[in-house]
């Protein structure tokens, strides 16, 4: 298929495929019209690729995964490692920025029982 078609069959736009086959996260054949062509275990790959952005990983940080011979784990490809070393990396970063916001929440919070306590005290000086 072109990539035309693989954009309208995953949603992806053809500036971001082009942007994948960049970081080696798709592979497309060349036509002999330079055209690329891309076959249908693509669009899985593109739905993964999707998947791991929305879960806040870069292109370079997928890269590894995305490369594990069509995410199978076998003995010795390092796929097992590589997937639970970025994954286990990501999940603290991921708690290290939920405690942050609950942190921001509590001051937040903090500032609003300041501020409306304030305005309480103007209005019954009025």
Not at 41 to 62: H, P
Not at 92 to 99: A, D, G, L, W, Y
């Amino acid at each position: 298929m072109m990539i035309g078609e693989l954009s309208k069959r995953t949603g992806v736009s053809e500036r971001s495929l082009r942007y994948y086959e960049k970081k080696r996260l798709i592979s497309p054949s060349r036509l002999k019209n330079g055209y690329r062509e891309f076959k249908e275990s693509d669009i899985e790959k593109v739905q993964a690729v999707q998947l791991f952005l929305e879960l806040g990983l870069n292109t370079d940080e997928i890269y590894p995964i995305i490369s594990c011979n069509n995410f199978q784990a076998t003995k010795n490809n390092g796929c097992t490692d590589s997937a639970i070393e970025l994954y286990s990396e990501k999940l603290k970063s991921v708690r290290e920025q939920i405690q942050h916001l609950r942190d921001t929440e509590q001051h937040l919070e903090i500032l609003l029982k300041f501020w409306r306590e304030e305005k309480k005290k103007e209005e019954r000086r009025d």
